[in-house]
């Protein structure tokens, strides 16, 4: 069974551009979430999104959003980059919203100059 | 409020025991986890435990849980170098009432030293 993939890997934008991360779940999970890890912050909550529906959402500005679509891959986009978004994205997927554990993918890492 | 905290570092000699600490402050926490983080990857979950247990053993694995004091522990058996990583410990906790989510502690460089 595949893994949870993330797409890109890696990718270097600048300040006031824009990027869309893509997540790929393992097969017949239906729930994904994304997270930010940053050296200060650590892992931070951005998103869950099940049924296509955002279920739960951390605390970051409305530049962060998403989308999942109805095969449940998801996408995350980042609007107006500024240099703290560097980072590396994670998404995870579980069977659903409220059940079974995270699985984690190897994670996106996007550097902004 | 949802807190986990861990130390930053530990640093042991193959073969020894690891032990890696955590606490959380938020007493509806229904699993508590362990994930292992390796440079340039994800995380891959380790093992978790039902909060109404108090140990949990998997092999080299042994997580106990002391729910009254809020603290979480993983032991690793024989610890080798390929257990160097970074470890984190996270709480699934209840939101908006009927969702759950994971908080994560700020996680444990495990350094094992040859």
């Known amino acids: 069974k595949a893994g949870v993939t993330q797409t890109p890997r890696y990718l270097i934008k600048t300040r006031g551009q824009q990027v869309t991360l893509s997540c790929s779940p393992i097969?017949?999970?239906?729930?994904v979430s994304w997270y930010q890890q940053t050296p200060g912050q650590g892992l931070q909550f951005l998103f869950e999104?099940?049924?296509?529906?955002?279920?739960n959402k951390g605390n970051f500005p409305g530049r962060f959003s998403g989308r999942q679509f109805s095969n449940s891959r998801s996408e995350m986009n980042v609007s107006t980059l500024e240099l703290g978004d560097s980072a590396l994205y994670l998404c995870?997927?579980?069977?659903?919203?409220?059940?079974?554990?995270?699985?984690f993918g190897e994670g996106s890492r996007l550097t902004v100059l | 409020g949802e807190d986990v905290e861990q130390s930053l570092f530990l640093s042991v000699r193959e073969g020894d025991s690891s032990v890696i600490n955590c606490t959380y402050t938020?007493?509806?926490?229904?699993?508590l986890y362990w994930y292992k983080q390796e440079p340039g990857a994800g995380l891959q979950l380790l093992t978790y435990?039902?909060?109404?247990?108090d140990m949990k053993q998997d092999q080299r694995l042994t997580v106990l849980l002391n729910k009254k004091d809020k603290h979480l522990s993983l032991r690793i058996a024989d610890t080798q170098t390929g257990d160097s990583a970074i470890y984190f410990c996270?709480?699934?906790?209840?939101?908006?009432?009927?969702?759950?989510?994971?908080?994560f502690g700020g996680g444990t460089r495990l350094m094992v030293k040859p």
């Open positions: 995870a997927s579980r069977l659903s919203a409220n059940t079974g554990e995270l699985f």
């Open positions: 996270a709480e699934k906790i209840i939101v908006n009432n009927a969702g759950n989510m994971l908080t």
């Open positions: 999104y099940f049924s296509e529906t955002q279920r």
């Open positions: 097969s017949g999970h239906r729930s």
């Open positions: 938020d007493s509806s926490s229904t699993y």
């Open positions: 435990i039902f909060s109404n247990m």
